[in-house]
Nanobody
Framework: QVQLVESGGGLVQAGGSLRLSCAASGRTFRSYSVGWFRQAPGKEREFVAAINWSGGTTYYADSMKGRFTISRDNAKTTVYLQMNSLKPEDTAVYYC?????????????????WGQGTQVTVSS
């Protein structure tokens, strides 16, 4: 069992930055891949980024490449999402999720455990 808690969301102006954190509990977290997803009002949940258990492999949605960076600190059992050059269309609730899968980790259906989400609002 893995419990996930997101933090770091908030209100930021367009062009600004935020760093989201996903703190995990559970002794097996180090063997899990972790992904970030987001859901805007009236839209489906979409993939943002993912990182494998070791941190050696990362995946990004095309619209986030070059702006967002995912990383993890297994000693702290925390995964981060650094978001730069934020746009109003990045406004959404951001969720982190964990899966024991090592590959094919870009779909929400790949994940077994989810956090409650953190709101990110980007003003124009």
């Amino acid at each position: 069992q893995v419990q996930l808690v997101e933090s770091g969301g908030g209100l930021v102006q367009a062009g600004g930055s935020l760093r989201l954190s996903c703190a995990a509990s559970g002794r097996t977290f180090r063997s899990y891949s972790v992904g970030w997803f987001r859901q805007a009002p009236g839209k489906e949940r979409e993939f943002v980024a993912a990182i494998n258990w070791s941190g050696g492999t990362t995946y990004y949605a095309d619209s986030m490449k070059g702006r967002f960076t995912i990383s993890r600190d297994n000693a702290k059992t925390t995964v981060y999402l650094q978001m730069n050059s934020l746009k109003p269309e990045d406004t959404a609730v951001y969720y982190c999720a964990a899966t024991p899968r090592a590959y094919t980790i870009t779909r929400s259906s790949d994940y077994d455990y989810w956090g409650q989400g953190t709101q990110v609002t980007v003003s124009s």
